[in-house]
């Protein structure tokens, strides 16, 4: 069975790694290339859709009182009305979708996968639609910012948060008595 600590532990693993992912970034425009997706994606593959979106959410939480933990080392409230603020609520959205679909351990690799693929794809949906508002900007140009030079960086980290995902849940699974 499961204790409270072993459970915040997790949760708190999760979202630390969250934040490191920040300080990996390539910039390509007004949203930039970063580990945190993968890592959110990760956390709902491994933890599941309730601890992996906990996790996130304290990511989110740290972030928005100011902790440097967002793309660049920024924080603050602020940064979620920016161009990357629906990128951050998609990070919710996809570490659920993440967990929700690989909640049954299947032995090959497709489920992990796609699961992953899936979840990143999610993080478009908010973060497009609200870059598009934050720059005021038209479809054709927010998709050209916000999505197209993202879509192969982010397939092969989703694909790479698969595969870590495969090897890892065992491990998981065994230290969270599941």
């Not at 425009?29 to 593959?45: H, K």
């Not at 609520?89 to 992953?116: D, E, T």
Request: with cysteine.
């Amino acid at each position: 069975m499961e204790t409270n600590l072993r459970r915040t532990t997790v949760i708190a693993f999760f979202s630390a790694l969250t934040c490191v992912g920040a300080f990996i970034v390539i910039p390509v425009g007004p949203v930039p290339i970063v580990l945190q997706n993968m890592i959110v994606i990760l956390a709902g593959l491994l933890l599941g859709p309730a601890k992996g979106t906990a996790s996130v959410a304290l990511f989110l939480f740290v972030g928005a009182i100011g902790f440097p933990v967002f793309s660049g080392g920024r924080g603050g409230l602020a940064h979620f009305a920016g161009p990357t603020g629906g990128y951050l609520a998609g990070y919710l959205l996809a570490a659920f979708v993440a967990g929700l679909v690989n909640r049954k351990r299947s032995p090959g690799l497709f489920l992990p996968v796609a699961a992953a693929i899936l979840a990143a794809a999610v993080v478009y949906l908010p973060g497009v639609t609200w870059l598009k508002i934050s720059l005021h900007a038209d479809w054709t140009k927010a998709l050209g910012l916000g999505l197209l030079p993202f879509l192969i960086p982010d397939l092969c980290k989703a694909v790479v948060a698969g595969l870590i995902a495969r090897a890892l849940c065992p491990a998981v699974d065994e230290a969270l008595g599941r």
